[in-house]
């Protein structure tokens, strides 16, 4: 049974950070994870992705304030999404997602948007004050 776990989260005034966890077990072997995000009313969006490889790819939003890493614990894999710099605008729900199977060419933020994954985790809110 996959399993994706998140913790973090929470409310923080603009121009602080927070880092975001997503425990994954039962599938480790995901070629396309990551972090997107949804505001109430609108479409879930790609925030930052990451390969078997750690190559990486993010929306230009977050670019130079939002860095994506993986590491690998007790055969479980541990998604980070550290968050600096915030902005009221990064307020949003926030899910870890990872697809199954193989994933065609490279493993970008617009394609994984597009293309939505195969698991979830439930979502973490951020609220970021001015």
């Known amino acids: 049974q996959v399993q994706m776990v998140q913790s973090g989260g929470g409310s923080v005034p603009a121009g602080g950070s927070l880092t975001l966890s997503c425990a994954i077990s039962?599938?480790?072997?995901?070629?396309?994870m990551g972090w997107f995000r949804q505001v109430l009313g609108k479409d879930r969006e790609g925030v930052a992705v990451?390969?078997?490889?750690?190559?990486?790819?993010?929306t230009d939003s977050v670019k130079g304030r939002f860095i994506i890493t993986i590491s690998k614990d007790n055969g479980q894999n541990i998604l980070y999404l550290h968050m600096s710099s915030l902005k009221p605008e990064d307020t949003a729900t926030y899910y870890c997602?990872?697809?199954?199977?193989?994933?065609?060419?490279?493993?970008?933020?617009?394609?994984?948007?597009?293309?939505?994954?195969?698991?979830w985790g439930k979502g973490t809110l951020v609220t970021i004050s001015e």
């Open positions: 997602g990872q697809v199954a199977g193989h994933w065609p060419g490279r493993c970008t933020v617009e394609g994984a948007t597009d293309y939505g994954m195969d698991y």
């Open positions: 039962g599938y480790t072997s995901s070629s396309c």
């Open positions: 990451i390969d078997r490889d750690s190559e990486t790819s993010y």
